[in-house]
């Protein structure tokens, strides 16, 4: 069953052709400094915000963060955790993903089994996703013991994709790790895009504009961004990065 967080994201796919999501690492930021780049990307139509990183974070500070950026803006806030310990009530939904090129069964099904009666109990959405790891895979490679697909190997990241809808799950996401010196390939993206027939995400190493359109260009219906924004500054990346996306997007909110 569709929720309303996820027919928000749909909608607004389809309206816009593709749309720009901003990842807030809760281990770079305060509850303060996250709150602030929330409502930066808010107010140049970042159509959500994600909260999640590659490493352990303590529950509290995780929940401070949210609470903070839920005070602020008024668009969604989705979790991207890297662990049961990534689970917060005070945020909208939650990418409840399996790393599908894991050697590790906890990063397959164990962390997802963990942690289902929570997000049950604390009434948050669920968005069913298959997370691939691709090219360099960063941190989140490393933590999640996947065997990332060669960048030059578009096919076998096409066929874990469709393995992923046949399975029921509802998002793709091409991950080629935070601060990634290159990001996913456009023959890749186009592969994957080719394939499925669901909403594909693609983040990591996007640092500007023009890559996060040939990528959009490419099949990507959902760019996410976090480290070129936390390093650089928000204002005029984001800009650019949204704007790139979703030419003459209006406000989403």
Same mark, same amino acid.
């Given at each position: 069953?569709?929720?309303?967080? /996820?027919?928000?994201?749909?909608?607004?796919?389809?309206?816009?052709?593709?749309?720009?999501?901003?990842?807030?690492?809760?281990?770079?930021? @305060?509850?303060?400094?996250?709150?602030?780049?929330?409502?930066?990307?808010?107010?140049?139509?970042?159509?959500?915000?994600?909260?999640?990183?590659?490493?352990?974070?303590?529950?509290?500070?995780?929940?401070?963060?949210?609470?903070?950026?839920?005070?602020?803006?008024?668009?969604?806030?989705?979790?991207?955790? =890297? =662990?049961?310990?990534?689970?917060?009530?005070?945020?909208?939904?939650?990418?409840?993903?399996?790393?599908? =090129?894991?050697?590790?069964?906890?990063?397959?099904?164990?962390?997802?089994?963990?942690?289902?009666?929570?997000?049950?109990?604390?009434?948050?959405?669920?968005?069913?996703?298959?997370?691939?790891?691709?090219?360099? $895979?960063?941190?989140?490679?490393?933590?999640?013991?996947?065997?990332?697909?060669?960048? /030059?190997?578009?096919?076998?990241?096409?066929?874990?994709?469709?393995?992923?809808?046949?399975?029921?799950?509802?998002?793709?996401?091409? /991950?080629?790790?935070? $601060?990634?010196?290159?990001?996913?390939?456009?023959?890749?993206?186009?592969?994957?895009?080719?394939?499925?027939?669901?909403?594909?995400?693609?983040?990591?190493?996007?640092?500007?504009?023009?890559?996060?359109?040939?990528?959009?260009?490419?099949?990507?219906?959902?760019?996410? @961004?976090? =480290?070129?924004? /936390?390093?650089?500054?928000?204002?005029?990346?984001?800009?650019?990065?949204?704007?790139?996306?979703?030419?003459?997007?209006?406000?989403?909110?």
């Amino acid at each position: 069953m569709v929720g309303p967080i /996820e027919d928000y994201l749909l909608d607004s796919i389809r309206r816009k052709g593709a749309i720009h999501l901003t990842l807030i690492d809760p281990e770079k930021v @305060t509850a303060s400094s996250s709150s602030k780049l929330a409502e930066v990307a808010e107010s140049y139509n970042t159509t959500a915000i994600m909260v999640g990183g590659s490493t352990s974070t303590l529950t509290n500070h995780l929940d401070k963060v949210i609470k903070a950026i839920k005070r602020t803006v008024e668009i969604p806030i989705i979790l991207f955790p =890297n =662990n049961v310990t990534g689970i917060s009530k005070h945020a909208d939904a939650i990418w409840f993903m399996s790393l599908l =090129n894991s050697m590790d069964p906890y990063f397959l099904i164990g962390a997802q089994v963990l942690g289902a009666s929570m997000i049950k109990r604390y009434g948050l959405e669920p968005l069913p996703m298959g997370y691939i790891i691709v090219g360099e $895979g960063g941190t989140a490679g490393i933590v999640g013991r996947a065997v990332p697909i060669p960048y /030059e190997k578009p096919e076998l990241a096409a066929v874990h994709a469709l393995a992923a809808e046949y399975f029921g799950m509802r998002f793709v996401y091409l /991950e080629a790790g935070s $601060g990634a010196n290159t990001p996913v390939p456009i023959p890749m993206i186009t592969a994957v895009n080719k394939i499925i027939n669901i909403p594909l995400i693609v983040g990591g190493g996007i640092r500007d504009g023009s890559q996060a359109a040939s990528a959009v260009s490419a099949g990507a219906d959902i760019i996410v @961004t976090g =480290n070129i924004t /936390e390093n650089a500054g928000p204002q005029k990346k984001l800009k650019e990065l949204v704007d790139a996306i979703s030419p003459g997007s209006e406000g989403t909110c």
